[in-house]
């Protein structure tokens, strides 16, 4: 079972590097260890992998944050959350990470190499697909090939110096997913790894996150499949150190698929189909650049996460629409699938919609009255939300609303061609201005006591409806589009509906 820790409490981790905006991907996993979590009562760490200064960019770990707060995905403890093992940020646990790099070298794991870039591209350029492994380490300028005493001096120099692992060539390692099931593979694939750096005196992804981990209790490491080929060096670690007992299970979750084509998502995939890969708009404070965000381009972040969940995990039937709390109840690490899953950019704006349709009308009006008011339109909540009411099933976003009701709050200045072509025929002023002193004369302005009343009327005089109606619509909207006929006289009301009418009238005529 996915939850069996050994009776420890389920403990998981998002920890990415603050190097720029958040890929989708990344939401994603966060997003399954957060299911995880919820689903087995345990916690969620937030973790800063930081180890690579050189890579650092300003902003990126207060994006990182402010996407999974607009998200709605919470954690538990780590960076800007607190909590009892911390510091949750790598480039301040240096001394942590000391002490056992010291350790593996002591007990003879892992050995210092002062190999310079140079003598490593002379190497390469001598060796094809050239490793640093057991079949060449001996070659190498490193501890296991220089004196003791050299060495110190070398140290004592200040040369700069990395720290390997030594991988035992030959060895079946096996690594129980919990997705993907057994995986082995021979040890002798792998090379020695570097796991320490003196010149920042810092460690690699590989160490700190095996340190880290086990320091931090964590039971579970759900992430990417491109974390896969590490699975068995970090396993190795594991036992390195004598961790067997408290090794974290793995479970490597599928890759996100282009929405056409061969292999992953990425950026150039959103920029060439017009969808964006990061959940909020990131400025690139090097280059300058703006890439577009899912919150700025209008989506729902409930209607984002839905979409997201269901990208490599399906909840055992066929429903789609779930809110996070059903999701958090079915979710399963066994249901997740092992082939990659294609990013349906198109069926995400479905999700959208749907989201729209789900919320009350209030919640909508809130988000669109400040699209009113940027077109100088200030208007009572409650009519507000009537509006929405009226044309929320006709849109994919919420800005797409003001296209769609605009009209309600302010009257057509201009007609459309193509519904004037069609329904503002030669006997359309005079059958318009008929209907309006019909409508002028009925003492309860109230859609549905008008429409029979207007039905009959239509009738007697042995007129269309279709072209009555529709020339009317016209002189309301500005074109044949919109809700039922008499929702929108109902909005308007009868001073607003007559003076729009005969207006339209004069103007058209």
């Known amino acids: ?79 800007s959350f607190g909590g009892n093992y911390g510091p949750y940020r790598q480039s301040e646990r240096r001394d942590i990470y000391k002490k056992y790099v010291n350790q593996l ?108 981990d086990h320091l931090m209790e964590v039971t579970h490491v759900i992430r990417g499949e491109e974390w896969l080929p590490s699975a068995p060096l970090h396993v190795l670690l594991y036992r390195a150190f004598g961790w067997e007992e408290t090794m974290p299970q793995f479970a490597h979750l599928p890759l996100l698929l282009k929405p056409e084509g061969n292999g992953k998502l990425s950026k150039r995939d959103g920029d060439r189909l017009g969808f964006p890969v990061f959940p909020l708009e990131w400025h690139d404070p090097k280059t300058g650049e703006v890439s577009s965000g899912y919150r700025e381009k209008d989506y729902l972040p409930e209607a984002v996460i839905n979409f997201l969940a269901l990208l490599g995990w399906n909840p055992g039937d066929d429903r789609e629409i779930m809110t996070m709390d059903e999701m958090v109840d079915l979710f399963n690490l066994e249901k997740c699938s092992k082939a990659g899953a294609r990013f349906n950019y198109q069926k995400l704006v479905w999700f959208n919609h749907e989201y729209i349709m789900l919320k009350s009308d209030r919640e909508i009006a809130e988000l669109f009255n400040p699209i009113l008011e940027s077109h100088g339109v200030k208007a009572p909540m409650e009519r507000v939300e009537t509006a929405v009411g009226l044309v929320k099933n006709r849109v994919n976003f919420v800005g797409e609303l003001w296209d769609n009701c605009s009209y309600l709050f ?68 500005g074109a044949a589009m919109g809700p039922q006929i008499f929702c929108i006289t109902d909005f308007l009301g009868r001073e607003e509906t007559l003076r729009r009418a005969r207006r339209a009238i004069s103007v058209l005529s």
């Open 410 to 477: 302010q009257a057509p200045t201009e007609f459309d061609e193509k519904s004037l072509k069609k329904w503002w025929k030669d006997e359309a002023p005079k059958t318009t201005a008929e209907l309006c002193d019909f409508l002028e004369a009925q003492p309860d302005w109230n859609g549905e006591t008008l429409e029979p009343k207007v039905m009959e009327w239509i009738a007697s005089k042995g007129y269309a409806t279709g072209k009555v109606m529709n020339a009317l619509r016209v002189t309301l909207v």
């Open 1 to 79: 079972m996915t939850e069996n820790t050994g009776g420890r409490r389920v403990r998981v981790r998002f920890a990415p590097s603050p190097t720029g905006p958040l890929h989708i991907g990344g939401v994603r996993t966060a997003l399954y260890n957060y299911l995880f979590a919820r689903k087995n009562g345990g916690d969620l760490i937030f973790r800063i992998e930081d180890t690579d200064s050189n890579r650092f960019v300003p902003g990126a770990e207060e994006y990182i944050l402010e996407a999974f707060n607009w998200l709605g995905i919470k954690f538990d403890e780590g960076v």
């Open 105 to 212: 070298l002591e007990t003879g794991k892992a050995y210092i190499a002062f190999d310079t870039p140079s003598e490593l591209e002379a190497k390469r350029a001598e060796i094809p697909n050239f490793q640093y492994d057991a079949a060449t380490r001996m070659q190498m300028r490193n501890s296991l090939t220089l004196p003791a005493d050299e060495v110190k001096a070398l140290i004592d120099a200040g040369n700069q110096y990395v720290v390997r692992f030594l991988i035992e060539p030959d060895r079946e390692v096996e690594v129980n997913d919990l997705i993907r099931g057994k995986v082995t593979i021979n040890s002798s694939v792998l090379d020695d790894k570097v796991l320490y750096k003196s010149a920042d005196q810092l460690p690699t992804y590989h160490l700190a996150n095996i340190v880290d």
